[in-house]
């Protein structure tokens, strides 16, 4: 349903942009994935190589949301860099992450600052990685490290970035059921790389889905307590990939059989967390057979699934009844080369936000995915989710008419009733 009438967000409504250390920070050479684009076979289309070099040009970054009008950052701190080896922490590395929250209040954003998002250090995923128990006090012992030096900068602490991902993907027919067959190859030949021993090398993503999901959702309660631990009134959510799941008739069983296996869990643990932050791209619907691919009709994204903006509102209506704590819509965004695709889309979610907020939903954010065009993990380059494009030879950024239109609303928290030059027809 269209709304008629321009929305005005609560003054207190958040918007901002986000983005993922690996993906825009470059040469982070110490990480498991960075084993993983480099070891022969891989199944990353190009390394993250230099990325956007926002190690280096973190100040510009941050300058220039501010200036679009935003009022908050989601980027997330590399584990890589400020633990290189076990029990190493790097002061250089902490001190670098205290100037960069620092230069956002500086800016007047407010920093959400993730702890995880995908990657890991080399070493931290040796020993069942993230299938085993090891990796429970290393990454407490990180989190509080992290907290003790740069909690009081944060704004929000997320603890891990989608751990549900590689169990719904399986349940979305994305990836195969785990077979318990040996890795891959280019598994083999970067745990080798890294000098491990590539039977129980685990990164994140490799290896069973559902052997993380359960190793991650104790992860995340650690870490929420190690966090408060070391800041009490530090807001600490967990982050969760949540494609609206829906049944066509007869697919009931199987939508919930998928949520069970891949969502609930980490919801019905975040029951005791300060919020939940909830990323929506698209819809995966179910019928009695399983996942269905994409209806007719319906167009599809550079990303092989459906445009369809109103996800945002099932997701995030789904979220906040089984956890029952507010929402901060953490990720949302589209992957497009027609910038004026981008506006619909946010439009249309924003439309999904504003119902949300009418029926009395508690939702607090809006984090546009991404700042900048970035490195999209096994895609590559190709897929351009930023609001601000970059040169991949010259890393200059150009904001887009998109980063512009949303950096008016979040301005002025006033939605129009349209998008600019739509042309796509709301359902
Ligand atoms: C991840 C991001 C990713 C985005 C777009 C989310 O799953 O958190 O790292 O770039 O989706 O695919």
Redesign the pocket.
Known sequence: MANTEPFKFPASFVWGT?T?AH?VEGQNVGSDFWALEHAEGTFFREPSGDACDQLHRYREDIARIADLGFGAYRLSIEWARVEPEEEHFSRAALDHYRRVLACCHEHGLQPCVTYH??TSPAWAVSDGGWEGARILDRFARYCERVTADLGDLMAWACTL??PN?PASLVLSGVLPEPSGKAPPPFVVAAAQRCGQDPSTWKPFLVGDAFRMRDVMVEAHLRARDVIHAGRSDLPVGV?L?IQDHVAVPGGEDRRRDALERSILPFLEAARDDDFVGV?T?SRTRFGSGGPLGAEAGVPVTI?GYEFWPEALEGAIRYAAEISGVPILVT?N?L?TEDDSERIEYVQRALQGVARCLQSGIDVRSYFY??MLD????F?GYD?R?GLIAVDRETQERTPKPSATWLGEIARSGVLPTRAPGSSRRTP
């Open positions: 986000a993922a993906q998002h995908f970035n989608e991902l982050t990939a990323q791209y990303m990720e965004g992957a995915w991404s970035n490195f999209e993990w895609h897929p989710f």
